[in-house]
């Protein structure tokens, strides 16, 4: 923790007396109650007086990606497997990780992915990166499509067996969904890293979230800042500089584990490369 906050004094410190452009940048988010949402309302917030930055809500990462495509969007919030399957595309910075949560309700007698087969289950709204996730999970259900608020009312009232949702520990719509938990899915990241690439990590959601007793495992995307490559250079360095230096203020205060924009972690976009005015600025900010 002491690195980290001396690394990001550093840029900070680096980063004064650097002016930044002026107009709008439209930001493609998510869904209310899912933190792609929460990250693009705190980027408006905290956009510096000569930036404005306005968040649109969304249906998740594939929506996201077609605003950029149809230019109703400057920038975008995406899931990196969403991204890896877009044509022209540059990162401004990875911003935190995703957890791929398959929910059903306490008393359920569902206790694996696997006995689900058959069984209605919501995989994320049309349009959204847990869509796509479910879609390659292969699970055998009898898909249903809802957002994610629309999908807990369903599972309340048993309209369905189960949701699927991407997004951070805890998502707060699911923390004030009493009575739920979770199923591993784990077992399905061999074959999805076999088919896909290395993507898809094992991560677990820890014990004490939505009130499970024990440590839950399951698979974590990184989450892409991205935009079009003919966005100028002046206004990527400007989004790079707001990610640096309001770091530890665009974490939504219930984020949990490794869900963090971090210095070392930011130019870390795997296959989608980096715009070159972003690069620059993160050379120029860190060497």
Partial sequence: MKRRTFLLGTLLLSSCGVSDPTGTLRIAGGEPGGFYNDFAALLSRLSPGPLTITPIQTGGSADNLGHLR?????????????????????ALGRVYENYL???????????????????????????SGAALQGSRLAMGVREEHYPLRNAIDALKAGEIAALL?????PTPELGKASGIRLLPLDGFLPRLRQDYGKVYERVEIR????????????????????CRPDMTDDYASAVVRLLVGKAAQLVPEQALGTQYLDVRSLIDTGEVPLHPGAAAEYRRLHG
Avoid: K
């Fill in 70 to 90: 149809e230019g109703t969007a400057d920038l975008a919030l995406t899931l990196s497997d969403s991204a890896h399957m877009e044509s022209g595309l540059v």
């Fill in 101 to 127: 949560q398959l929910v059903v309700l306490q008393n359920s007698p569902y206790q694996a992915a696997t006995d689900l087969v058959g069984a209605p289950v919501s995989l994320g709204a049309a349009g």
């Fill in 165 to 169: 949702w991407s997004g951070g520990v």
């Fill in 207 to 226: 014990t004490g979230v939505y009130g499970s007793p024990v440590d839950v495992p399951t698979i974590g995307t990184p989450n892409l800042l991205v």
